[in-house]
């Protein structure tokens, strides 16, 4: 796997993506991997690495760029709890941009072959359900314990979604 940190530029925001390439020459579909509550972590970029292993281009944005220590990234925060207090300053409307942003660079890289996904958990498997009611070119989304649109948002979901939820896990409702 060969992986590079890039900026991209979403609105007055620069979104600190790492993007992982599969082996090979490609093309291949790009799958933007949606962070929880806990930001992007070892876990999240591990998740990276298992998806790029599969053949699919991945994108990881840092959806704290910018939120950190004196203006810095995920990687500035010195506490997990400091991250998950940051998630309150980001909008959905804004995550929701900056995922279209991250989508439309990932699109445009040579490797990729113009087809995308999203995934997520928690809070980013929300992300992802709605995500797929917001880009009705989306090709896929996986969503681990997020939460469903709206029902009139539903109605706009064209690609297929697989919903993961532990329903004998005591602690999600």
């Given amino acids: 796997l060969r992986s590079e940190w890039v900026d991209i530029l979403?609105?007055?925001v620069?979104?600190?993506?790492?993007?992982?390439?599969?082996?090979?020459?490609g093309p291949f579909p790009i799958v933007i991997?949606?962070?929880?509550?806990?930001?992007?972590?070892?876990?999240?970029?591990?998740i990276g690495d298992q998806l790029a292993r599969?053949?699919?281009l991945v994108l990881l944005p840092d959806m704290h760029s910018g939120l950190?220590?004196?203006?810095?990234?995920?990687?500035?925060?010195?506490?997990?709890?400091?991250?998950?207090?940051a998630n309150a300053r980001i909008s959905a409307d804004d995550m929701t941009r900056r995922y279209k942003a991250v989508r439309?660079?990932?699109?445009?890289?040579?490797?990729?072959?113009?087809?995308?996904?999203?995934?997520?958990f928690c809070g980013g498997g929300t992300r992802s359900f709605n995500f797929a009611a917001e880009i009705p070119e989306l090709n896929a989304a996986v969503v681990y314990y997020g939460a469903a649109p709206p029902e009139a948002q539903l109605a706009k979901i064209k690609a297929p979604v697989l919903g993961?939820?532990?329903?004998?896990?005591?602690?999600?409702m």
């Fill in 10 to 12: 979403a609105d007055d």
């Fill in 14 to 25: 620069k979104v600190h993506t790492n993007i992982i390439y599969p082996a090979g020459a």
């Fill in 33 to 46: 991997a949606m962070q929880h509550a806990n930001g992007l972590n070892d876990w999240m970029r591990a």
């Fill in 54 to 56: 599969e053949g699919f």
């Fill in 68 to 85: 950190g220590s004196n203006g810095g990234n995920f990687d500035s925060f010195e506490f997990p709890d400091d991250v998950v207090r």
């Fill in 104 to 120: 439309e660079y990932g699109l445009k890289l040579p490797q990729a072959n113009g087809k995308s996904a999203s995934i997520g």
């Fill in 164 to 172: 993961l939820y532990g329903e004998i896990d005591a602690r999600i």
